[in-house]
């Protein structure tokens, strides 16, 4: 597709439960990026790729949260045990190189609410 | 601790008039800067960025300016339009990295 493509747009689960989130960047962008938006904040970085590679995960919360992207190009995002502090909006963003010059292009993100 | 600050949290401006958005950042190493718009339901679109090296940037009816100095970028558009109306947020990150750190946005509503 033409934009960064992230399923489902709506999530919503029970508090313990194992949720994931998928991500399908612009063909060819080598990098991809997880960012975390809760209500009235900014996105928060949680992890980025370069290729298969996590290249800074330094933004995951704690060790529940995992992200892979086996192939170099669809990326999925786990919460194992989730929490209700885990609710938010779940953006995935990619580019074709460094953000430097012309930002990540972001998808619609998906909304997770834990209850 | 927010190292990008939006202190408007939200402004008002009459269609045609001009939308100043203000940031300010306290890391010194920051040297590439973004604003992005938000719409509801959708994820945030690159609207322009600068470099360190520049202090103006134009596309169109956005001009961003930055002071680096005083740690500070805002983000003109004139005229401003209804279609403007949205959450505009500012980033930055040091450079040849890819983290952005973002402020926690400004409303903008443009009343026509």
């Known amino acids: 597709g033409a934009g960064v493509s992230q399923t489902p747009s709506n999530k919503v689960t029970e508090k313990g439960k194992y949720v994931e989130l998928r991500c399908d960047p612009i063909?060819?962008?080598?990098?991809l990026y997880w960012y975390r938006q809760s209500l009235g904040q900014g996105p928060e970085f949680l992890i980025y790729?370069?290729?298969?590679?996590?290249?800074?995960d330094s933004g995951l919360p704690n060790d529940r949260f995992f992200a892979v992207r086996p192939e170099g190009s669809v990326s999925t995002l786990k919460i194992q045990r989730t929490e209700r502090g885990d609710s938010a909006v779940y953006l995935c963003a990619s580019s074709p190189g460094t953000a430097n010059d012309y930002g990540y292009t972001f998808g619609s993100g998906t909304r997770l609410t834990v209850v | 601790d927010q190292q990008v600050k939006q202190n408007s949290p939200s402004l008002s401006v009459q269609e045609g008039r001009i939308s100043i958005l203000n940031c300010d950042y306290t890391n010194s190493m920051f040297d590439y800067f973004l604003w992005y718009k938000k719409y509801p339901a959708e994820g945030p679109t690159f609207l322009i960025s600068i470099s360190s090296i520049k202090d103006k940037n134009e596309d169109g009816r956005f001009t961003v300016f930055l002071n680096k100095s005083a740690k500070h970028l805002s983000l003109h558009i004139v005229p401003s339009q209804p279609g403007d109306s949205a959450v505009y947020f500012c980033?930055?990150?040091?450079?040849?990295?890819?983290?952005?750190?973002f402020g926690t946005g400004t409303r903008l509503k443009v009343l026509a």
């Open positions: 790729f370069q290729g298969t590679g996590a290249a800074d």
């Open positions: 980033a930055a990150s040091g450079s040849g990295t890819y983290k952005y750190i």
């Open positions: 063909s060819g962008h080598t990098a």
